[in-house]
């Protein structure tokens, strides 16, 4: 038979087991829904993606687009995946500023630009880009 204090030590554990479950679960969520936020684009789409970067030896290719963004998929390639980016942006007469984690910061005729990335599996970078880059 438990003792009194056993039992609440038990009972203690259990609630702290809870409560730490559910922040996990919450971060899991929210970690879903910001994952569908930068990345509405279904496997398909991504997968064709692919394909045209390879068949087409490109360095990125756009593989989305929608009234407000632009999604771009390159592959990494020991890091330079994210200086394609950088490179295309300029291309299009942006001005790189910085780096903060997954945002990188462009400027163009006093307006600023923010690209955010994610990495698509360990050998791919995909971009989401604001439709403003092409004014």
Sequence with gaps: MLTKR??????????ILVVLGGVYLSDGIENVREKQ??????DQKIEQGIGRLAAANESIVIIDQ???????LTKMDQGK????IKNMIRGK?????EQEGSGYFFEKDGQKLIVTTEMWTRKYVL???PVQVNE
């Design 6 to 15: 056993k039992q609440m030590l038990l009972g203690a554990g259990f609630m």
């Design 37 to 42: 936020l930068l990345a509405p684009v279904d």
């Design 66 to 72: 929608s009234t407000e963004y632009e999604w771009y």
């Design 81 to 84: 995946g994210y200086e394609h």
């Design 93 to 97: 007469g942006w001005t790189f500023v």
């Design 127 to 129: 971009a989401k880009v």
